[in-house]
C-alpha cells in the first residue's frame, strides 16, 4: 500500500539526502497515507489489533510530532481514548509544554510513530513522557528501515518497538512487484547495511 501510494519511494540513481547527511535510496513519508481513506481505516484498523492484542486498553494514546499526530489521533478516536501530542522540543512561549494535552502521572501510554529510522526522535518523545511520570506500555510506527542502531536504542531505553511493515518486507514486495530491478536490488542491499557510509 505504501509503495502504490507513493508514500515509500525507491530510487538508488537519483538517491535523497537525509537531515542526517546520510544518502539513501529510499524516501519515506507516511503523513501520506492521511490521504487515501481506505488506506488510512486499514491502518487505523491494524494498529487498535496490535494494541488491543499486546496491551489491552491503555488509557491514553500519545502521538509523536508532527508525523503521527494525524494517525494517533485516529488510533485513539477508534479505541474511545483521550490523544496528546509530544513535540520535538518544548515551546519556546506561552506554557512552554512539550506534551500537548490533558494526562495524569500514572497513566499507561502507547505512543503512535509513523516512521523509525534510528529511533532517536521517537525515544526523545518517550523520554518527555517519561519525565511527566506515565507508564509507556510500548511504541507502534507504521514502517521500520530495521536499523542495528535502532534496535539497539529501543533495547537501552527499554521500550518495546511494533511495526506494522519494515525494510525487509518493503523489499521483498518491490521486487514481487516489479518495483525494482536486479542492480537496484543490489544497491538497496548495500544501503541498509551501512547507511552512513553509502554513495559517499
Known sequence: MLLQIKAIKLNSENFFQWASGWNSPIYCDNR???SFPSIRNYVKEQMVKIIEEKYGKPDVIAGVATGAI???MLVADEMGLPFI???????KHGRKNQVEGSIEKGA???VIEDLVSTGKSSLMAVEALREIEVDIKGMLAVFSYGFDIAKDNFKAADVELTTLSNYGILIEEAIKKGYVNEKELD???????APEVWMK
Open 187 to 193: 544497491s538497496l542491499q548495500q544501503w541498509v547495511k
Open 32 to 34: 501520506l497515507i492521511l
Open 70 to 72: 494525524g494517525l494517533g
Open 85 to 91: 501530542y509530544v513535540r520535538p522540543e518544548p515551546k
Open 108 to 110: 499507561k501510554v502507547v
